[in-house]
C-alpha cells in the first residue's frame, strides 16, 4: 500500500451462507503474518473458484474487521482461520472496502499499485513508432 496516496475507505456488513467448499475465500494476514506492513488485520487474499464469495461483494484486499460480531483485532494467523471454519452456516462479515484514492485523477491507483497500466508503458513505444514512421516517409518522400 503506497504512503504517498490518500484511500478511501468503506465498511460494508456482508452476510454469506456457507457452500459445500465452504465460504469461498482465503485469508492471510494476522499477527504473525502481516499482509501489509504495520497492519496485523486479516485480508482476503483470492476467491476460490466456487462459494458464496463470488458474488462480487468481497475482493482481493479486502480487510475483514470482524466475523459474526467477532471483532479480528490482534489474532494470530491459525487463530483467524479457526474463527472462520467454526462461524457456522450463516456468516456475517463486516469488510473494510479500499476505494479510489482521492488525490488523483479516477483510474489512477499509485505508484506500484495494481489495478492501472502506467501511461508511460503505453506512451513510449506508441511515440517510438510514430516517430519511426515519420522517419520512414521522409526517407521515402526523399528518394522520390
Same mark, same amino acid.
Request: hydrophobic share 40%.
Given at each position: @500500500?503506497? =504512503?504517498?496516496?490518500?484511500?478511501?475507505?468503506?465498511?460494508?456488513? $456482508?452476510?454469506?451462507?456457507?457452500?459445500?467448499?465452504?465460504?469461498?475465500?482465503?485469508?492471510?494476514?494476522?499477527?504473525?503474518?502481516?499482509?501489509?506492513?504495520?497492519?496485523?488485520?486479516?485480508?482476503?487474499? =483470492?476467491?476460490?473458484? @466456487?462459494?458464496?464469495?463470488?458474488d462480487?461483494?468481497?475482493?482481493?484486499?479486502?480487510?475483514?474487521?470482524? $466475523?459474526?460480531?467477532r471483532?479480528?483485532?490482534?489474532?494470530?494467523?491459525?487463530?483467524?482461520?479457526?474463527?472462520f471454519?467454526?462461524?457456522?452456516?450463516?456468516?456475517?462479515?463486516?469488510?473494510?472496502?479500499?476505494?479510489?484514492?482521492?488525490? =488523483?485523477?479516477?483510474?489512477?491507483?499509485?505508484?506500484?499499485?495494481?489495478?492501472? $497500466?502506467?501511461?508511460?508503458?503505453?506512451?513510449?513505444?506508441?511515440?517510438? $513508432?510514430?516517430?519511426?514512421?515519420?522517419?520512414?516517409?521522409?526517407?521515402?518522400?526523399?528518394?522520390?
Amino acid at each position: @500500500m503506497n =504512503g504517498g496516496v490518500d484511500w478511501a475507505l468503506s465498511e460494508e456488513v $456482508i452476510d454469506l451462507t456457507r457452500g459445500p467448499s465452504g465460504l469461498g475465500f482465503n485469508i492471510v494476514g494476522g499477527t504473525d503474518q502481516k499482509y501489509v506492513a504495520n497492519d496485523s488485520g486479516i485480508y482476503v487474499s =483470492g476467491s476460490k473458484k @466456487m462459494g458464496p464469495a463470488l458474488d462480487g461483494r468481497l475482493q482481493e484486499g479486502d480487510k475483514i474487521l470482524a $466475523i459474526n460480531d467477532r471483532d479480528l483485532k490482534n489474532l494470530l494467523h491459525k487463530d483467524a482461520v479457526e474463527l472462520f471454519r467454526n462461524a457456522g452456516y450463516n456468516v456475517s462479515l463486516k469488510v473494510q472496502h479500499r476505494l479510489q484514492p482521492q488525490n =488523483g485523477p479516477a483510474g489512477h491507483r499509485g505508484d506500484g499499485e495494481p489495478g492501472g $497500466i502506467p501511461l508511460a508503458v503505453i506512451l513510449v513505444p506508441v511515440l517510438a $513508432i510514430a516517430v519511426a514512421a515519420v522517419w520512414a516517409f521522409l526517407r521515402y518522400r526523399q528518394r522520390m
